[in-house]
Structure formats: structure tokens, C-alpha cells
């Protein structure tokens, strides 16, 4: 962890805990805000589609959702 700037971790998958994915957030200053990128580097491509299968994109879509939610209801406070 590296505030406010990075933040990296490790995602394990219940299902099989050998499919494992290291995961950076990075934050960085733009014009008028903050862009964050995500980066999801996995153990193997089994790994990946195990975790696309399972729905990581489903969940990671539904966690962007509600980021922008939260942050619209932050900047119209």
C-alpha cells in the first residue's frame, strides 16, 4: 500500500485456491479528478477463465457501478 496512490493485493478464488490473481489499483491525478486503473495480472490463463467463468467480470462491472454511484452522491452533497 502506497497512499494515496497504490494499493496491490492478492485474489484468491474459493473455488480453486491455486487461481489466484495479483491485483493493483493505481490512482492517479487528472484534470478535474482522479482516473483509477485497475490491473489484474492471474497465476495462469487457467486462472483467468476460471475466474471469467465464475463471474469476475459480472462483479467487477457491478463494483464499478456502484463506485460511481457512491462518488456522484459524494460530489452532489
Known sequence: ??????????FIF???????SVETLVLEEVEGGTMMIGTS?????ESR????????EY????????????VAAQVGA
Open 1 to 10: 500500500l502506497e497512499p494515496p496512490h497504490r494499493m496491490v493485493n492478492t
Open 59 to 70: 462483479g467487477m462491472r457491478e463494483s464499478s457501478e456502484r463506485l460511481d454511484e457512491w
Open 41 to 45: 495480472v492471474h497465476s495462469s490463463l
Open 14 to 20: 474459493d473455488g480453486m485456491p491455486d487461481a489466484y
Open 49 to 56: 477463465n476460471t475466474h471469467l467463468a465464475n463471474g469476475m
